[in-house]
C-alpha cells in the first residue's frame, strides 16, 4: 500500500461498533475532491470527481474519535492507501479506496477556508535562513 495524505469532509457520521472480542472498530468515509483555482474569478472550484476514502481505526483511537467525527467535519488523514476489490450482491466486481490510518487530524472551523494561505502578519514570511532563531 501506498503512503497518502487525504483533506477531505466526512460523508456520514462515523460508525463504532465492537468486534465479538470486545475490539473497538471505527468506519468512515471521507470525501476528496480536486480543486482548482479559476483565474478569471479568482473562485475556487470543483476540478473532478469526489474518491471517497474508506477509514478504518481501531481500539482506543476508535472510541476516541467517535466522539468527534461527524457528518461535514473535516480531517486531513495520513496512512497506508490502496484500493480493495470485492464482489457486490449482484455478482459485478466492485472497488473500495481504503486507507490504514497513522494521523487523523481535524482541521479546525476557522481555519477550513484558509488552510492554503500563509496567515497575516507572519513574522517569518520571507525570512532568510540566518533570520530564524533556531
Given at each position: ?6 483533506t477531505?469532509?466526512l ?16 468506519e468512515?468515509?471521507?470525501?476528496d ?5 479559476n483565474?478569471?474569478?479568482?473562485q475556487?472550484?470543483?476540478?473532478g ?8 481505526e ?14 461535514g ?15 457486490k450482491?449482484d ?7 481504503e486507507?490504514?490510518p ?11 477556508r484558509?488552510?492554503?494561505?500563509p ?16
Open positions: 500500500m501506498a503512503n497518502i495524505e487525504v477531505g469532509n460523508g456520514s457520521d462515523s460508525e463504532l461498533t465492537f468486534t465479538p472480542n470486545g475490539k473497538a472498530k471505527l468512515f468515509s471521507v470525501g475532491t480536486p480543486r482548482r483555482l483565474q478569471q474569478t479568482n475556487w472550484e470543483d476540478a470527481e469526489t474518491t471517497w476514502w474508506r477509514v478504518t481501531w481500539e482506543a483511537k476508535a472510541e476516541f474519535w467517535a466522539e468527534h467525527l461527524t457528518k467535519t473535516k480531517v486531513i488523514v495520513v496512512g497506508s492507501g490502496g484500493v480493495r476489490t470485492y464482489e450482491k455478482g459485478t466486481k466492485g472497488f473500495s479506496a486507507i490504514r497513522k494521523t487523523i487530524a481535524i482541521v479546525p472551523k476557522g481555519q477550513q484558509q488552510a492554503a494561505r496567515p497575516q502578519n507572519d513574522p517569518w514570511t520571507g525570512a532568510e535562513q540566518s533570520q530564524v532563531p533556531f
